[in-house]
């Protein structure tokens, strides 16, 4: 069975080491701050906090807080704010230990795309090419195929680029990948899938 | 010198006219500049260019400048939440320009700052990246942006004092102050003028020599993703 979201979030979450400060996309990586069990993260949300906390209680909601994906949160005894030039001069700046974030494709050559699809509707990119250009580390987490059953991860990239060769790790599905010289090395298969039908997924190069 | 105005309409006067370009400050619906905007729909100033993160949604923000065709042009990180904006930029109406959010805050910064251009790693190999300079540092590839040098800034913050000091509330701060630096002339709107001497200069976010006009109001503070959990036990 290949991993769920809670699954593929939970196995990301192993990436994070004590003390790190980490951002987290929308959509799946939202969920690994439910997985990070013992360890001391602190969550960075780009608009301009270092120390998120949970969604807040009904009635607590509070407009002057919220992520980067506009939801109502809550801070925590950590918590600092800052403006939107030092927020992402942290993050340019690579203080920010790992960013997990969502894709639409992977290249073997470590591109990213999840910003737009010419012709379809076009949102922007907001922080994701601050983000990628700049963290230490870039961990991915997707479907390892769309809709229509093909790869994501590709040997090139189709859509316009997020950011050229900065993917370190890809977490799908299907199991755990690697970006390393000439392609994408295999580090583990999600449990009861085999390495063949990962492979099959895959339309990147496996060395 | 007074800063302290009585309205946003007042604050306006002698300061906006067509064809500006025009900081403003807030992420999503938090820390926008609201009254101002209103202002600014109702003096009915045209072929506006906006340097603001979003776009607001479509009755509220920014939003409610596209509606009466007042916007010409935005410089713009993310605009996914406005169906009046998609149906004006695909229908040619309306120009936009996108700018990865760090670097439009740092083009603000810069902008501010007196520095007209700095090299990034952002966009470098993407489609931002083309037609600007690439310069090489410590073997690694950059681009040069420009400095944000705007007519205007709005800005929204929690308080002021009558020098106008400022003093934002949690995430609200995000780009009010890059967008107050980057502007001839800055008005701010706060929910609360207090006098000068009553706020502690340790804790001040942005020095009022950054801001020229102020003004006092009630504000709406709409919510865009209202999201809780429940009490536990």
Known sequence: MPWDRNQMAARAAQELEDGMYVNLGIGIPTLVANYVGD???????????????????????????????????????????????????????????????????????GDLANWMIPGKLVKGMGGAMDLVAGVGRVIVVMDHTNKHGESKVLKSCTLPLTGKGVVNRIITNLGVLDVVEGGLRLVECADGVTEEELRAATEATLV | MKKVYGSAAEALEGVLSDGMLIASGGFGLCGIPELLLQAIKENGAKNLTFASNNAGVDDFGIGILLQTR??????????????????????????????????????????????????????VGTVIADGKEVKTFNGEEYILEEGIFADLSIVKAWKADETGNLIFRKTARNFNPPAAMCGKVCIVEVEEIVPTGSLDPDMIHLPGIYVHRIIQGEHEKRIEQRTVRQREG
């Open chain 1, 39 to 109: 360890k001391d993260i602190t969550l960075q949300s780009e608009n301009g906090m270092l120390g998120m906390g949970p969604f807040p209680i009904e009635g607590d909601e509070d407009a002057d807080l919220i992520n980067a994906g506009k939801q109502t949160i809550t801070e925590l005894d950590r918590t600092a704010y800052f403006d939107s030039a030092m927020s992402f001069g942290m993050i340019r700046g690579g203080k920010i230990a790992a960013a997990i974030l969502g894709a639409m494709e992977v290249g073997e050559n």
């Open chain 2, 70 to 123: 007042q916007v010409k042009k935005m410089i713009s990180s993310y605009v996914g939440e406005n169906a009046e904006f998609m149906r004006q930029y695909l229908s040619g109406e309306l120009e936009l320009e996108f700018n990865p959010q760090g670097t439009l805050a740092e083009r603000m910064r810069a902008g501010g700052c007196g520095i007209p251009g700095f090299y990034t790693k952002t966009g």
